[in-house]
C-alpha cells in the first residue's frame, strides 16, 4: 500500500460524505446511503405518505441504475475518470435543478462514483456509504497482525473518517458558501484528474 492509495481513498470518501450531508440538509434523504432510503421508504408506507414513498423509490432507482450503467461501461473499457468526470459535472448541475429531486441528480452521481472505483490497492470497498466498509473492517482487523493484511484496516479506517470529514465539510459549506454542491463537485473533478493521470 502507498500514500496515494490513502489518499485516493480519502478524497473520495470526502466527496461522499460532503454530498450525503449537503443533500440531508436540504432535502430529507440520502443520496449515497441507500440503507437509510430503504428505512425512510418503509416510514413512508406506514405513515401512508406515497408521495414521499415515490421520492425515495426514485432515489433508489436512479442510484442502482447509475450503478449498473456504470460498471457496464467500466468492464467495457472506459477509463474510471471518465464516470468520475460526469460525476463532477452532476453533482454541480443539481445546483442549478433548484428542487428536491436534484436529490436523485446527486444519488446518480454518487451511483456512478461508487461503480467507477470499486477497488484501491487490491481492497473492495465503497466510497459513498460507510456500513459495508465498516463490515470489511471488523473482519480484517483478526488478520491485522500479518504485514500481508495490514493494507485492509488502513484504508478502511481511513474511509470511515474521510466520510465524517465529508459530512462535516458538506453541513459547513450549507452554512458558508452559496452553491455547497460546488464543493464535493470540485473535489470529484479533483479526483476525476488524478484517476485520469494514473493511466
Excluded at 22 to 43: E, K
Aim: contains cysteine; aromatic residues 8%.
Amino acid at each position: 500500500m502507498q500514500l496515494h492509495d490513502i489518499g485516493r481513498t480519502a478524497l473520495l470518501c470526502v466527496i461522499g460524505g460532503a454530498a450525503d450531508a449537503v443533500a440531508y440538509l436540504r432535502y430529507d434523504t440520502f443520496v449515497g446511503a441507500m440503507t437509510g432510503n430503504t428505512v425512510l421508504l418503509g416510514i413512508d408506507f406506514a405513515q401512508w405518505r406515497l408521495d414521499h414513498a415515490g421520492y425515495h423509490i426514485g432515489i433508489v432507482a436512479a442510484f442502482f441504475a447509475a450503478v449498473i450503467v456504470t460498471r457496464s461501461a467500466v468492464k467495457g473499457g472506459i477509463p474510471a475518470a471518465a464516470p468520475l468526470l460526469v460525476t463532477a459535472l452532476m453533482l454541480a448541475g443539481s445546483e442549478f435543478i433548484a428542487n428536491r429531486w436534484s436529490a436523485a441528480v446527486v444519488a446518480t452521481a454518487l451511483g456512478m462514483q461508487n461503480a467507477a472505483v470499486r477497488t484501491i490497492a487490491g481492497v473492495p470497498l465503497n466510497t459513498v456509504f460507510i456500513t459495508g466498509n465498516l463490515v470489511q473492517l471488523g473482519s480484517a482487523v483478526s488478520h491485522a497482525s500479518n504485514p500481508e493484511h495490514r493494507t485492509a484496516p488502513a484504508l478502511l479506517t481511513a474511509s470511515w473518517f474521510a466520510y465524517a470529514i465529508g459530512a462535516l465539510t458538506g453541513a459547513v459549506a450549507l452554512h458558508l458558501v452559496g452553491y455547497p454542491m460546488l464543493v464535493p463537485a470540485g473535489l470529484a473533478l479533483i479526483a476525476a484528474m488524478a484517476e485520469a493521470s494514473r493511466r
